[in-house]
């Protein structure tokens, strides 16, 4: 069993950044596929970003590339996003997800489908 746990969220201007953590227990995630999604009011979740178990892949939506970063805190177990130059369009809430068959493919990890544990989500608000 993994439980994930996002921090980081809040209120930030247009043009700022904001760090999200996820922290998990129950399982080392270097040994776990681990995505991103959000879900902006009204409107379905969607794929933000991944990083594979090893940390050699990484993959981002178009609307994030060159402003939000994946990446793994091995010692504190735990995956960030860092967003920098953030829009009001990022206004969602971040949901960081698990999958743990340790198989990374381009074809499995936008889809929700493809994580099993799955955090409780963080708010991000970015004000214009």
């Known amino acids: 069993q993994v439980q994930l746990v996002e921090s980081g969220g809040g209120l930030v201007q247009a043009g700022g950044s904001l760090r999200l953590s996820c922290a998990a227990s129950?399982?080392?995630?270097?040994?776990?596929?681990m995505g991103w999604f959000r879900q902006a009011p009204g409107k379905e979740r969607e794929f933000v970003t991944a990083?594979?178990?090893?940390?050699?892949?990484?993959d981002y939506i178009d609307s994030v590339k060159g402003r939000f970063t994946i990446s793994r805190d091995i010692t504190k177990n735990t995956v960030n996003l860092q967003m920098n130059s953030v829009k009001p369009e990022d206004t969602a809430v971040y949901f960081c997800?698990?999958?743990?068959?340790?198989?990374?493919?381009?074809?499995?990890?936008?889809?929700?489908?493809?994580?099993?544990?799955w955090g409780q989500g963080t708010q991000v608000t970015v004000s214009s």
């Open positions: 997800a698990a999958d743990t068959s340790g198989y990374w493919s381009s074809s499995r990890y936008r889809s929700e489908a493809t994580y099993n544990y």
């Open positions: 990083i594979s178990w090893g940390g050699g892949s990484r």
């Open positions: 129950g399982r080392t995630l270097s040994s776990c596929n």
